[in-house]
């Protein structure tokens, strides 16, 4: 079994920037691929960003493109979303996924961690 935990969330003011880490521990051969996803209160799950463990293929929301940045430590199993310029609008919980195909849509994902709050509020 995969265990993925969230880390980093905060609250931070617009412009503000923020590091998520997402460390995965156990089955760790069970997953190619991370994704991040928000939850807004009232709102559906929408997708963040992606990265392939294997070949580094990366995707963002168009919402975030240019803001945030997914990395990764494979010596760490350990990915991380880099948020910068946050905005009020970015406010929500953050997941970070796991499974083997590369998807925007959580579905596709097998595992997930608890999620970590991010507030970007003055």
């Known amino acids: 079994q995969l265990q993925l935990v969230e880390s980093g969330g905060g609250l931070v003011q617009p412009g503000g920037s923020l590091r998520l880490s997402c460390a995965a521990s156990?089955?760790?051969?069970?997953?190619?691929?991370i994704g991040w996803f928000r939850q807004a209160p009232g709102k559906e799950r929408e997708f963040v960003a992606a990265?392939?463990?294997?070949?580094?293929?990366?995707d963002y929301a168009d919402s975030v493109k240019g803001r945030f940045t997914i990395s990764r430590d494979n010596a760490k199993n350990t990915v991380y979303l880099q948020m910068n310029s946050l905005k009020p609008e970015d406010t929500a919980v953050y997941y970070c996924?796991?499974?083997?195909?590369?998807?925007?849509?959580?579905?596709?994902?097998?595992?997930w961690g608890q999620g970590t709050q991010v507030t970007v509020s003055s």
């Open positions: 996924a796991a499974g083997w195909i590369f998807a925007t849509t959580g579905t596709e994902y097998d595992y």
């Open positions: 156990g089955s760790t051969l069970d997953y190619d691929t």
């Open positions: 990265i392939r463990l294997s070949g580094g293929r990366i």
